[in-house]
């Protein structure tokens, strides 16, 4: 009599399927995909024609390159905070998350495939929006444009990390879109875009070093202005990415398992 041999259960089949899941159901919500992919392009755009006759030092950057590079950070990481968050507490309401948290689906492939999935938009949103602005665009930088890719991938995955962060604290989709203005605002108004982060008040300083963003901006600016890659480009990106660990691994700590 032959046994029957049952294959081992691969470990990562939950996660995978989480991640596909996920990406289905964004393949097939155009509104959202065209949030994802175009809306960041064609700002950069508007931000193109707003310099377009704007004064600048005849041997300097323009104020599209000075402006231009940080907001190739900024924007992913503000749309897809957005989205993730929205999404994400959408399967709340619905009650999915409830239903696949009674199943043996850890936290930890769960919030895996949903940042997977969200991360791999993420990484399309700011490849995209990249390609246009050195394609079409011309926005020029000293250093090598895939580093500018890279950090605007990491920073957007670094927006996904949060928004599925704030969700953990929200109980409807309105609520998610509140945490906006209290995580996101104050990164914009403290990187470094308004004013150089070493001219803010000194009681600004240490909340400015807290805040991920400060770290993609003070990166995009290295690769603005160094034709080679510098140590300090390096830690800051490395800085985003351990960011957005931290958020992962504090959302899964907080998942709750109920809706209500």
């Given amino acids: 009599m032959t046994a029957t041999v049952v294959p081992a259960r691969s470990p990562l089949r939950p996660y995978l399927s989480t991640t596909g899941r996920i990406l289905r159901q964004l393949r097939n919500d155009h509104r959202t995909v065209g949030m994802i992919l175009v809306v960041p392009a064609l700002l950069m755009t508007l931000l193109f024609f707003i310099y377009q006759d704007a004064p600048h030092p005849p041997h300097g950057p323009t104020l599209f390159d000075r402006v231009g590079i940080s907001m190739l950070g900024i924007l992913p990481f503000i749309v897809m905070f957005l989205i993730t968050a929205i999404a994400m507490q959408r399967e709340r309401t619905s009650g999915t998350l409830e239903r696949l948290l009674t199943t043996p689906l850890s936290k930890v492939d769960l ?16 490849t995209v929006a990249c390609l246009v602005s050195f394609g079409l665009l011309d926005l020029d930088a000293a250093g090598n444009p895939a580093w500018v890719v890279l950090i605007a991938v990491v920073d957007a995955i670094c927006g996904v990390a949060l928004g599925l962060l704030a969700s953990a604290f929200a109980r409807t989709e309105f609520q998610a879109v509140q945490f906006m203005p209290v995580v996101v605002a104050p990164q914009i108004f403290l990187c470094g875009l308004l004013v150089p982060r ?51 691994a504090l959302g899964a700590a907080t998942l709750r398992r109920r809706t209500a």
């Fill in 111 to 126: 919030l895996g495939g949903y940042g997977t999935a969200f991360s791999l938009a993420a990484a399309a949103q700011a």
């Fill in 198 to 248: 070493d001219q803010l008040p000194g009681w600004l300083q240490p909340i400015s070093d807290l805040m991920p963003l400060s770290y993609a901006v003070d990166a995009l600016q290295q690769v603005s202005q160094n034709p080679e890659v510098t140590g300090e480009m390096l830690g800051d990106l490395g800085v985003v990415a351990a960011f957005a660990i931290v958020a992962l």
